[in-house]
């Protein structure tokens, strides 16, 4: 594989890039409500004259625009296909005008930036920008702008897969340093668990009754849950139950979460409470029910992968550190590593997402995107014979459906 010398990489555009970053974070597109950041997506495909596809992933969750897939033809000789990925929408209403101040762009009221994850939609803009300029070679690229990942994954998870035909992909949507390079993310389960008691009058007849949320406390207490041992996550999330001040609750829910890099940590997680919930049942004389589900599953990529050697390759040419991670966060590569798309998440440089406080320095804006280009490039001079042996990669993983 040719390598190219970090001297040679071409440079940014200081203010079209702040310029861009601004006009993306004050559109207003959350999670479900994404169409004004997809039609602004639309928009740009059009006038830069690439065409693009619009799926019907939002019929499965009640939201008003689907996933939009932008198919490049690549310029290289390179026989394989490049999948790119962001995600559009945002966890909550982002800041209408944002600040700069000493080489930091941040939110200017009580609202989240956005970075998380406009930085990424940027750095595709700019990789398509350059493209349309004739400005890059690069390889077969399947572009795809991923709609209500902060809400569960639910853009990748019913996203159009019959028109992804990528073998390799990059997912630029993480917070931390810029140069670490997630190569391993956990699976996360959702539970749900009822205790089930006897309702009576509080006043009248309350020995009569059986407390479901007394139960609830006693299992929580028995549990006595870290918030994180051994980069577990074993929380409760929610807890709903009882009808009025006057009554034995008969019934109280509780939901959470199980995260973890190893199945059978969740599985094990998973057996302690279902042990206490039928103990703390058994010793007040009530019952329980539980439940749960996969929310999404966790990945784990050999630093010898192709895409991750690309990967590396590319930082290089940047000259950006390459720091491989793990990281305790889900994003939509552990959707496509499910899929069998070997999928590296890339780490964008802010902090604080999720917060007003958020916030992204603009060295770290402009490499995210001198970033971008590096990887695609790169791409257009990888060896096909090295990028063709990952399909054998993981043997377990589940097919991929045709283009």
């Not at 040719?2 to 601004?22: L, M, S, T, W």
């Not at 699976?187 to 949320?213: D, T, Y």
């Not at 009882?242 to 997680?269: H, K, S, Y």
């Not at 890339?346 to 060295?363: D, P, Q, W």
Request: glycine share 8%.
């Amino acid at each position: 594989m040719e390598i190219i010398r970090p001297e040679q990489r071409a440079d940014v555009d200081e203010d079209e890039v702040i310029g861009q970053f601004v006009e993306l974070v004050k559109i207003q597109a959350v999670s479900r409500r994404e169409r004004p950041i997809v039609d602004f997506i639309k928009r740009f495909l059009h006038e830069h004259g690439f065409g693009y596809y619009e799926d019907h992933a939002h019929h499965h969750f009640q939201g008003n625009a689907g996933n939009l897939i932008c198919k490049v033809r690549g310029n290289a000789s390179t026989s394989f296909r490049l999948l790119l990925a962001a995600h559009v929408d945002t966890v909550s209403p982002s800041c209408q005008q944002p600040v700069i101040e000493k080489g930091k762009i941040r939110s200017s009221d009580d609202r989240i930036l956005g970075a998380d994850d406009r930085a990424g939609v940027l750095v595709l803009l700019q990789i398509l920008k350059r493209i349309a300029e004739n400005q890059l070679r690069h390889p077969d690229l399947e572009i795809v702008f991923l709609v209500a990942e902060e809400v569960g994954l639910l853009g990748s998870k019913y996203l159009d897969y019959g028109k992804i035909s990528a073998d390799f992909g990059v997912n630029f949507d993480s917070s931390g340093p810029v140069g670490r390079v997630i190569l391993q993310a956990p699976a996360a389960l959702n539970f749900q668990l009822a205790f089930i008691g006897r309702e009576a009058h509080s006043a009248v007849n309350p020995e009569e009754g059986i407390h479901a949320i007394k139960m609830a406390a006693e299992a929580i207490h028995r549990l006595d849950i870290p918030p994180k041992e051994d980069n577990t996550v074993f929380n409760i999330g929610t807890i709903h139950g009882g009808v009025g001040n006057n009554v034995v609750p008969n019934r109280v829910d509780l939901t959470g979460e199980v995260r973890a890099f190893e199945d059978e940590r969740i599985l094990r997680c998973l057996q302690r409470l279902e042990e206490v919930a039928n103990r703390v049942a058994r010793d007040f004389g009530g019952r329980y029910e539980m439940d749960s589900h996969y929310r999404y599953h966790g990945f784990s990529l050999d630093g010898e992968l192709p895409i991750v050697r690309l990967v590396r390759s590319a930082y290089e040419r940047a000259a950006v550190p390459f720091i491989p991670a793990q990281h305790v966060a889900g994003s939509d590569a552990n959707r496509f590593n499910h899929r069998g798309i070997p999928c590296v998440n890339i780490g964008l440089g802010y902090v604080n997402n999720h917060s007003s406080r958020e916030v992204i320095a603009v060295e770290d804006l402009l490499r995210d995107v001198r970033i971008g280009l590096s990887i695609v490039e790169v791409a257009a001079t990888f060896q096909d014979e090295a990028m063709k042996s990952a399909s054998a990669a993981d043997p377990e993983a589940p097919p991929r459906p045709g283009p």
